[in-house]
Each structure stands twice: as structure tokens, then as C-alpha cells.
Nanobody, 118 residues
Framework: QVQLVESGGGLVQAGGSLRLSCAAS????????IGWYRQAPGKPRELVAV???????TYSDSVKGRFTISRDNAKNTVYLQMNSLKPEDTAVYYC????????????WGQGTQVTVSS
């Protein structure tokens, strides 16, 4: 099992920045990537950024150029730096871990609320 704990959400004005953290523990050798998802009320869940164990990153078009995903392997922590925030970035943000040799994300954190005011 892998446990994930997010932190860093909050309320920020449009144009501001926040940094989310996702601390992983447990059988982390069984995962090969961590992604950040978000879900706003009434909208489908969206995968916004992924970082692999090798450091390869991918972003959704909606956040590319504004968000940066990174990792600190010594701390087993993945970060999502969010800059130039927009009201449409308001959502609950979740980190999730992908199992080796699959496209499945079976491990999820509890989520952290990000609210961007206009």
C-alpha cells in the first residue's frame, strides 16, 4: 500500500501563486509516477500534471506554462507549483500514484481545496 498526503491548498487572488505538496509513504517502490488531478463542482476530474520516477513531466494544456510539477526523492514528496492562478483553477486537487507497468492510479490522497478569487 501507498499512502499520500496533500498539503498547501488555500485561498488566493487571481494572478497569485500556491505550492501544493504530496508526501508519499509505504510501498513507494511499487509506483512509477505521481500525478495531480483536480475536480471542480459539476465538472469531470482532470489530470493536470504527472511526473515519473525518471523525472519526465507532462501537463494538460489548461495549465501548461503556469504550473510546474517537481519531486524531491529524498523526501518522497512531489510538488505542484501553481503560478498565474485563474478563478477557473478553483477545485479540489488530489495527488495520485501510478502503479508500475500500468496506467492505473490506485492510490489517492485526501485532496486539498484551492480557491482562486477574481
Amino acid at each position: 500500500q501507498v499512502q499520500l498526503v496533500e498539503s498547501g491548498g488555500g485561498l488566493v487572488q487571481a494572478g497569485g501563486s500556491l505550492r501544493l505538496s504530496c508526501a508519499a509513504s509505504g510501498s513507494t517502490f511499487t509506483i512509477n509516477a505521481i500525478g495531480w488531478y483536480r475536480q471542480a463542482p459539476g465538472k469531470p476530474r482532470e489530470l493536470v500534471a504527472v511526473i515519473s520516477n525518471r523525472g519526465t513531466t507532462t501537463y494538460s494544456d489548461s495549465v501548461k506554462g503556469r504550473f510546474t510539477i517537481s519531486r524531491d526523492n529524498a523526501k518522497n514528496t512531489v510538488y505542484l507549483q501553481m503560478n498565474s492562478l485563474k478563478p477557473e483553477d478553483t477545485a479540489v486537487y488530489y495527488c495520485a500514484a501510478r502503479r508500475w507497468a500500468t496506467s492505473e492510479y490506485p492510490y489517492w490522497g485526501q485532496g486539498t481545496q484551492v480557491t482562486v478569487s477574481s
